[in-house]
């Protein structure tokens, strides 16, 4: 039986302000990666998305980023690559204290937005955040994309990959992402998402905005869970994967 885990991005709310159903999230995923303070989420957010985590045995994710509040993460930041370590550091660090005082730990990292894109093709960067995780523990597996500069890096210093895949966002003939700035960049119907994600499991492809074919090693899928009927396109993807014999578990 093939086996798949089932990500998402959460804790990305900040005081009053709620983004996504973290809780509903939390009863579909078997990862979350929660957001560590820089591009979005409070203090007691994330202790409390980290409670939630602990409560329902989802691992935990240290969702890093550039220091990008207003930009939701989602802007270039042309970052010297030793502040970019430190960065990455901290974010680690102050996620991996709550999630202790939730009883729970930082079992992997992924970065988010922005930097997840920039360090596909930026070996300055790629090796910066890649430094960071060994600096910390070099136990900690790395989530990102396949044949990345990022998973080169993380390769040279021994790290642990995982391998990813996007359940809702359209993706180029080169294998990666389109941009959010383009139409159709994000997915929305569940039950064509879902689909999509037994593909990418079962055969190891998707299938490009201009039509062709895209090879893909998959070993964690995500889904974002700050999408519109984010639930529902979670919940369809699980059933579907189920569906397909297909078992989803976290990879860590």
Same mark, same amino acid.
């Given at each position: !039986?093939?086996? *798949?885990?089932?990500?998402?991005?959460?804790?990305?709310?900040?005081? +009053?302000?709620?983004?996504?159903?973290?809780?509903? !999230?939390?009863?579909?995923?078997?990862?979350?990666?929660?957001?560590?303070?820089?591009?979005?989420?409070? #203090? /007691?957010?994330?202790?409390? +998305?980290?409670?939630?985590?602990?409560?329902?045995?989802?691992?935990?994710?240290?969702?890093?980023? %550039?220091?990008?509040?207003?930009?939701?993460?989602?802007?270039?930041?042309?970052?010297? #690559?030793?502040?970019?370590?430190?960065?990455?550091?901290?974010?680690?660090?102050?996620?991996?204290?709550?999630?202790?005082?939730?009883?729970?730990?930082?079992?992997?990292?992924?970065?988010?937005?922005? =930097? %997840?894109?920039? *360090?596909?093709?930026? #070996?300055?960067?790629?090796?910066?955040?890649?430094?960071?995780?060994?600096?910390?523990?070099?136990? =900690?597996?790395?989530?990102? !994309?396949?044949?990345?500069?990022?998973?080169?890096? /993380?390769?040279?210093?021994?790290?642990?990959?995982?391998?990813?895949?996007?359940?809702?966002? /359209? %993706?180029?003939?080169?294998?990666?992402?389109?941009?959010?700035?383009?139409?159709?960049?994000?997915?929305?119907?569940?039950? @064509? *998402?879902?689909?999509?994600?037994?593909? !990418? +499991?079962?055969?190891?492809?998707?299938?490009?905005?201009?039509?062709?074919?895209?090879?893909?090693?998959?070993?964690?899928?995500?889904?974002?869970?700050?999408?519109?009927?984010?639930?529902? *396109? /979670? @919940?369809?993807?699980?059933?579907?994967?189920?569906?397909?014999?297909?078992?989803?578990?976290?990879?860590?």
């Amino acid at each position: !039986m093939a086996v *798949i885990d089932l990500n998402a991005d959460l804790g990305e709310g900040f005081g +009053v302000w709620r983004l996504g159903d973290d809780d509903a !999230m939390l009863g579909i995923v078997t990862s979350a990666n929660v957001a560590c303070g820089f591009h979005a989420g409070d #203090p /007691a957010g994330l202790l409390r +998305v980290c409670r939630g985590a602990a409560a329902r045995g989802v691992r935990i994710g240290a969702q890093v980023s %550039y220091r990008d509040l207003a930009g939701f993460g989602r802007r270039f930041i042309d970052v010297d #690559p030793a502040d970019l370590t430190a960065d990455v550091v901290y974010q680690i660090g102050a996620l991996q204290a709550i999630a202790r005082a939730a009883g729970s730990t930082v079992s992997y990292v992924k970065p988010h937005g922005a =930097l %997840y894109n920039t *360090i596909v093709t930026n #070996p300055e960067q790629a090796a910066a955040v890649a430094e960071a995780v060994r600096l910390v523990d070099d136990t =900690l597996p790395v989530l990102g !994309m396949a044949g990345s500069a990022f998973f080169a890096a /993380a390769e040279r210093l021994n790290l642990t990959t995982v391998a990813e895949a996007f359940a809702d966002r /359209a %993706y180029r003939s080169d294998g990666q992402l389109v941009s959010r700035r383009e139409p159709g960049a994000v997915l929305h119907d569940p039950e @064509t *998402i879902a689909q999509r994600v037994q593909d !990418m +499991v079962s055969c190891g492809r998707v299938t490009a905005v201009d039509g062709s074919p895209v090879q893909l090693r998959v070993e964690s899928v995500c889904v974002h869970g700050d999408s519109p009927g984010a639930v529902q *396109i /979670a @919940t369809a993807v699980r059933d579907g994967l189920r569906a397909a014999d297909i078992d989803v578990r976290a990879f860590c």
